[in-house]
């Protein structure tokens, strides 16, 4: 009797090119380099959904999320695919109730270590302790947390576009840690408003506000001497400054500061924000100092 082989030749179609789609930065290895963004990241990898991980993070890095859109507790983003239309993509957060916030902006007021960093733009490594001594976590981390749909045809959820977008979102969080708290249900400017007012009623209750108990006046410092009126002294005054300071040399690493504020947010341009912006500092650097040292 004969044996039947058979071989799957299937291959999955490109996706169409998107103009302008948002990119993913992270050119290879993994994606998010903080822990809050790994942390998110394996929240979708956890799921386990094989092959279609790969071809989420493809899509990410070719662009083909064409628009994201993040709310309190839903993220909707459009995602192309082989077909003409882009896929709609929802992606539900489950927020914190109005008691769980109050009792964790208590806890982190009580911190001030956590409001520091936050504002710093840097997530405390031990906030989730603070979450589940509430009972409540800040990522989700059971499948109930979350729900996510696509209008693609593929029957597995998540799917490649979602993925990407779950990608996508990893790379901004990475840029706004508070992405993570608006996806729970509090934007960055309600959250930080209302740790301060936690803060403020902590120090009434203890007394230390509203009590008539005097806080030391802080020092006063010098002010510095007002700008001269003159245009010809001022410009004059900025020569003399200039001789009298030390020798001027091009930075050993271009676009420093570029580097240390990270990624522009949701990036859609064709070449990678950091790298195309420091070709520019590298070129530019030599004739800034030309033009400094009057050549």
């Given at each position: 009797?004969?044996?039947?082989?058979?071989?799957?030749?299937?291959?999955?179609?490109?996706?169409?090119?998107?103009?302008?789609?948002?990119?993913?930065?992270?050119?290879?290895?993994?994606?998010?380099?903080?822990?809050?963004?790994?942390?998110?990241?394996?929240?979708?990898?956890?799921?386990?959904?094989?092959?279609?991980?790969?071809?989420?993070?493809?899509?990410?890095?070719?662009?083909?999320?064409?628009?994201?859109?993040?709310?309190?507790?839903?993220?909707?983003?459009?995602?192309?695919?082989?077909?003409?239309?882009?896929?709609?993509?929802?992606?539900?957060?489950?927020?914190?109730?109005?008691?769980?916030?109050?009792?964790?902006?208590?806890?982190?007021?009580?911190?001030?270590?956590?409001?520091?960093?936050?504002?710093?733009?840097?997530?405390?490594?031990?906030?989730?302790?603070?979450?589940?001594?509430?009972?409540?976590?800040?990522?989700?981390?059971?499948?109930?947390?979350?729900?996510?749909?696509?209008?693609?045809?593929?029957?597995?959820?998540?799917c490649k576009h979602i993925a990407a977008v779950y990608y996508?979102?990893?790379?901004?969080?990475?840029?706004?840690?508070?992405?993570?708290?608006?996806?729970?249900?509090?934007?960055?400017?309600?959250?930080?408003?209302?740790?301060?007012?936690?803060?403020?009623?902590?120090?009434?209750?203890?007394?230390?506000?509203?009590?008539?108990?005097?806080?030391?006046?802080?020092?006063?410092?010098?002010?510095?001497?007002?700008?001269?009126?003159?245009?010809?002294?001022?410009?004059?005054?900025?020569?003399?400054?200039?001789?009298?300071?030390?020798?001027?040399?091009?930075?050993?690493?271009?676009?420093?500061?570029?580097?240390?504020?990270g990624n522009f947010p949701l990036w859609r341009g064709r070449?990678?924000?950091?790298?195309?912006?420091?070709?520019?500092?590298?070129?530019?650097?030599?004739?800034?100092?030309?033009?400094?040292?009057?050549?």
């Amino acid at each position: 009797m004969g044996r039947w082989y058979y071989r799957n030749y299937y291959t999955p179609a490109a996706p169409r090119e998107v103009k302008g789609g948002i990119k993913a930065q992270t050119k290879r290895g993994g994606f998010g380099q903080s822990w809050w963004a790994k942390r998110w990241i394996a929240v979708l990898e956890s799921f386990n959904i094989g092959a279609r991980l790969g071809r989420g993070r493809a899509y990410a890095r070719r662009g083909q999320v064409a628009s994201i859109a993040i709310g309190k507790g839903s993220v909707t983003a459009a995602v192309q695919g082989t077909r003409s239309k882009p896929y709609s993509v929802a992606i539900t957060v489950k927020t914190l109730s109005g008691p769980e916030w109050a009792k964790i902006l208590k806890a982190l007021s009580e911190q001030v270590i956590f409001a520091a960093k936050l504002l710093a733009g840097e997530m405390p490594d031990d906030i989730e302790d603070v979450f589940r001594q509430q009972n409540v976590s800040l990522f989700p981390v059971k499948l109930k947390d979350l729900q996510t749909s696509c209008s693609c045809p593929d029957w597995s959820n998540p799917c490649k576009h979602i993925a990407a977008v779950y990608y996508v979102l990893g790379e901004e969080f990475d840029r706004d840690p508070f992405l993570i708290f608006r996806l729970r249900g509090m934007d960055r400017d309600e959250l930080v408003k209302k740790l301060g007012e936690a803060h403020g009623h902590r120090e009434r209750k203890e007394g230390k506000l509203d009590r008539g108990i005097e806080k030391p006046e802080p020092e006063l410092t010098s002010a510095s001497d007002p700008l001269p009126e003159d245009p010809d002294i001022f410009w004059q005054s900025l020569v003399l400054a200039r001789t009298e300071e030390k020798e001027v040399s091009i930075p050993p690493q271009s676009a420093a500061l570029i580097k240390r504020l990270g990624n522009f947010p949701l990036w859609r341009g064709r070449e990678h924000f950091v790298e195309s912006l420091e070709r520019v500092y590298s070129a530019a650097s030599p004739i800034g100092l030309d033009i400094y040292l009057g050549k």
